[in-house]
């Protein structure tokens, strides 16, 4: 039993530096709370444990949304993407879709720096063991060192750390991703305090060594030559004249019978396996068995980073034993020869039932505690991050005494997925698509500053000189569009009314 | 939040028998209360019937002699435990035994509520739900025949393959759209246009049987004109009392007026209570030909009734003009009699098929009349065995809308708008179809795209 001790007040803690936890640090620093960051490991922050890309249909909205917030994501993979693509340029402009390779090595140490030079904002490292918290009202943190640790409020962003569990073949052992230390205390807290707890699963596919992939065998699949970028403010980068490219290679009639003959040995099929998986996310295994007369599927090949030879094997996500891992990735064209350097696992965690929450991400059990991430069940880094950056929004103005920020389905994308979230629920790690909105043809990527920059700079996140760019891009946008349409289309219409101030805030919205 | 219910599902009145249902998670317990048996009401076995006594729980009174059916959850009507009780079916007898329920805490069911809670429990879908109430309103035998058909769930089926159709299709727009890099086939222009008219098409045939649907449940409002003793008393006597198959007299429950349907071959007829319409000063009777005047316009089928021996009289002649270009049957009375009347003057307004000439003092000629009102509103016949009929205006409304959309979605393909905005025409028809039989949860969506397509890392 270690000695407690006092070891600090703070206004907001974050526990979880992952992409929900930095957004929340981030936003609830930035809005003035004194808010403390902690983490397993810091190694480990903004860490990307499966693909190495953010963006996509729906995804990338959110990354666009969080940006016209004020949030961290946009800027921060603008700085360190090896490849940029827009998406569904053929459809409508709502769909359009921006979607980054990033470097996930420079993406890491990049929001480990903004962090740690953030004022108001304290990284630490340390394991949350349990919660303090008074007659439902949240006070604090306890850390394994013994550390206590005080605050107004606090947001539990575990991702898959909590009770986490490996599963590989035959091999099981208890770990967060990556073969971290899972938080195993922190989730009987949860229980105790009356929480219901789901088991989800997830997954990863192998990374392999560049140097005995056969490229020749592959197609290529190359950058934008003129990326756009995810932040507005980003204007020009000059990762975008050395993009890396992808690969695109398919599995073989072999790789189907390897698996075929081994399904005895598959966690999947034996029952190992307990938590719900998403089914937008099967691993190989899965696919092969329920889409068996498919004959072959995709495989991607992606860089990790620009300085290091691992490429993730996208399309191969598996729980197989590592033997058989190894024969599955040599039965491909392309990696006849290739030598896996991590292997693929399964993992699963325990979740929040996250009808238990408010919209503004605080639950309804204990005041002041809010969660975010893969805690409430959803899956993806930019559905955490987006949902990381509401909850840090809501712990800062619950400390100011302030009604929370909560955006409507109609205005945002983060806006679905916390209202399906705390309202529907979800039954398998929730990922968002662009089919959840029912209002698709407005919430478009290249309005998304003029749907959330006016709440952005409310709040406290968007800074005075970003908010006159702002206004500056909506007069032109007005005038533009008006002599087209005497109602104004919704850009113009808007951002001139966006910039008159306490505009579109909770209190209002009654 | 289920509460227990209780109504008498038996018509008021003197009867042999009367019967009680009670729906609800404590109806057995709360009839056991009152019911003295062989064996307690909780413990006998599901759907068998008890005999026994109704009996005050308190002074031990014995109201009635009655048989107890249990059907427990979730094999009953309302998929929640059901107790039916039988009793002596007069009004006093019917009502103590109510009374005494609700003394128990069970509350009085309202109009139609055993029949919502099938639905919301899933045993039933909108459309049957719908139907049963068609069912215990028929006024026909087809009309029953009909309305068991989408009891049994046979137009949910159709709209369900519909929707399913569309549903497919949507998951693959869907699947172009969230991943736009997978190895899944573009959406085409030709695979909108395959499906969206395919379903119009199956629409467009449900929506040729609407009419006869409609015919047969709401009956087909029958004006019966012609001028004072020409025989039309007679002939809707000889309606009403020989082919009188239901006749039901609904004051005030669905329209103020009064009707009377009569059963012709099959047929429901709604027969609609003219004066004779001629010019009169008289203003009581003025407003009497006003009305006249609004029901035969308002009639779907006119039987205009003309005594074939006497000469054709200048009113006569007026009414066939007024009444040209509607279903109208010219009917030649009194035959029996010696003929006055100049038949060509009248056939060559009249198509033959459409005058029928009968006695009605002989009874002759009302099989032919039978056969051509059955000619003018089914060509030949009622496939009332073979087809779904869509009858409800609820569900023709929602087939229009539905169709409507379609027919948006395949213009916006020939204008090559892009997929994404297809899809919302396309979502609307498959809404509209799904609000026919109560169902429009958007997660079967989701469900179609990651069963139909294999995505993801």
């Known amino acids: 039993m270690t000695t407690g001790y006092e070891a600090g007040q703070y206004e907001v803690i974050v526990i979880g530096a992952g992409h929900a936890g930095c957004e929340a640090a981030l936003a609830a620093a930035r809005m003035g709370c004194r808010t403390l960051l902690l983490t397993i490991n810091l190694d480990m922050v903004a860490f990307m444990p499966c693909n190495p890309s953010i963006g996509g249909p729906a995804k990338g909205h959110v990354v666009r949304e969080i940006d016209a917030l004020g949030g961290e994501m946009g800027r921060n993979i603008d700085k360190t993407f090896i490849q940029m693509r827009m998406l569904n340029t053929g459809k409508g402009p709502a769909v359009h879709a921006l979607r980054a390779q990033a470097d996930k090595f420079l993406y890491q140490h990049t929001m480990k720096e903004t962090i740690e030079r953030t004022p108001n904002l304290t990284l630490r490292q340390g394991m949350v063991e349990d919660l303090i918290v008074e007659e439902n009202v949240v006070k604090g943190v306890v850390t394994k060192t013994g550390a206590q640790y005080y605050a107004h409020s606090v947001v539990l962003t575990t991702g898959t750390y909590l009770r986490g569990k490996i599963i590989m073949g035959e091999l099981m052992y208890e770990s967060g991703p990556n073969n971290q230390q899972p938080s195993v205390k922190l989730s009987e807290a949860l229980r105790r305090l009356g929480f219901e707890l789901v088991r989800f699963k997830t997954g990863t596919p192998p990374r392999v060594h560049k140097e005995t992939i056969d490229f020749s065998k592959t197609e290529i699949q190359p950058g934008d030559a003129e990326p756009k970028y995810f932040s507005y403010e980003t204007e020009s980068s000059p990762r975008a004249g050395e993009q890396l490219p992808c690969w695109l290679t398919y599995t073989s009639e072999e790789t189907h019978q390897i698996i075929n003959d081994n399904l005895h040995r598959a966690p999947m099929f034996s029952g190992v396996i307990e938590g719900t998986g998403p089914r937008y996310c099967p691993s190989i295994e899965d696919k092969i068995v329920r889409f068996s007369d498919k004959p072959k599927h995709q495989i991607f090949l992606e860089p990790e980073g620009r300085y290091t030879s691992e490429y993730y094997v996208q399309g191969l996500s598996t729980s197989m034993p590592e033997d058989v891992q190894l024969n599955i990735l040599r039965s491909i064209p392309g990696l006849e020869r290739v030598e896996m350097m991590r292997t693929g696992y399964a993992i699963e965690y325990d979740a929040v039932v996250p009808t238990q929450l408010k919209p503004s991400l605080e639950t309804k059990l204990v005041s002041g505690l809010f969660t975010a991430g893969q805690i409430n069940g959803t899956s993806g880094y930019e559905e955490a991050a987006g949902q990381g950056i509401m909850a840090g929004i809501n712990a800062a103005r619950h400390v100011q005494g302030k009604e929370p920020v909560i955006l409507d389905r109609s205005e945002a994308y983060i806006g679905v997925l916390i209202d399906d979230l705390v309202t529907k629920g979800t039954n398998e790690p929730y990922r968002l698509l662009t089919s959840r909105a029912e209002y698709r043809l407005l919430l478009r990527h290249d309005n998304a500053d003029l749907r959330l920059t006016p709440t952005g700079y409310d709040i406290g996140l968007i800074t005075e000189e970003r908010y006159r760019q702002f206004c500056k891009k909506g007069a032109r946008r007005a005038r533009v569009a008006a002599p087209e349409n005497d109602k104004g289309t919704a850009g113009g219409a808007r951002s001139g009314y966006a910039c008159r101030s306490g505009y579109r805030l909770a209190e209002q919205r009654g | ?457």
Not at chain 2, 126 to 155: H, N, P, W
Request: charged content about 25%; glycine content about 8%.
């Open chain 2, 1 to 457: 939040m289920n509460d227990t219910i209780a109504a008498i599902s038996t018509p008021l009145g003197e009867g042999g028998i009367a019967v009680i249902r009670v729906s609800g998670e404590q109806a057995v317990e709360l009839t056991g209360h009152l019911f003295r048996s062989k064996q307690k009401l909780t413990e006998v076995p599901t759907h068998t019937v008890q005999y026994g006594t109704i009996r005050d729980p308190d002074s031990g009174e014995k109201l009635e002699e009655a048989l107890v059916t249990v059907m427990r959850a979730p094999r009953s009507f309302t998929r929640e435990d059901v107790v039916e009780i039988g009793c002596h079916g007069g009004i006093v007898a019917v009502k103590r035994v109510l009374d005494a329920l609700l003394e128990q805490g069970i509350r009085l069911a309202e109009p139609g509520e055993f029949t919502k809670r099938a639905f919301l429990n899933g045993r039933i879908d909108l459309t049957q739900a719908e139907a049963v109430i068609d069912l215990i309103r028929a006024k026909s035998d087809r009309a029953f025949k009909v309305a068991m058909k989408q009891v049994d769930g046979k137009l949910s089926k159709r709209i369900g393959q519909l929707r399913h159709r569309l549903v497919e299709l949507m998951a693959h727009i869907e699947v172009n759209i969230d991943y736009p890099e997978h190895d899944v086939a573009e959406m085409t222009s030709a695979m909108i246009e395959d499906v969206a008219s395919g379903v119009i098409a199956e629409v467009d045939e449900l929506l040729r049987t609407a009419e006869q649907g409609k015919i047969l449940r709401e009956g087909i409002s029958t004006a019966i004109i012609g001028k004072p003793n020409v025989g039309k008393s007679s002939l809707l006597n000889a309606l009403a009392q020989e082919n009188r198959a239901i006749v039901t007299d609904i004051p005030g429950t669905t329209r103020d007026v009064i009707e009377e349907y009569v059963n012709v071959g099959g047929i429901p007829l709604r027969l609609l209570d003219t004066a004779g319409i001629r010019e009169t000063s008289d203003i009581v009777e003025q407003i009497g030909v006003e009305r006249s005047r609004t029901a035969l316009a308002d009639a779907d089928l006119i039987l205009l009734v003309l005594n074939r021996s006497e000469p054709l009289s200048q009113e006569e002649m007026e009414l066939l003009e007024q009444i040209r270009g509607r279903q109208t049957i010219v009917i030649l009375n009194k035959i029996d009699l010696p003929p006055q009347l100049d038949e060509e003057q009248i056939r060559r307004l009249v198509p033959d098929e459409r005058i029928v000439e009968l006695s009605l003092l002989e009874e002759k000629g009302l099989p032919q009349l039978e056969k051509a009102i059955s000619s003018l509103f089914f060509r030949g016949g009622i496939e009332a065995n073979e087809l779904t009929y869509v009858s409800n205006a609820r569900h023709i409304h929602l087939f229009k809308q539905a169709r409507r959309s379609l027919q948006d979605a395949i213009a916006a393909n020939v204008q090559q708008v892009p997929i994404d905005m297809i899809q919302i025409d396309l979502r609307a028809a498959w809404e509209q179809l799904g609000e026919i039989i109560g169902d429009s949860v958007a997660e079967s969506l989701i469900d179609q795209i990651f069963s139909q397509f294999c995505l993801g890392k």
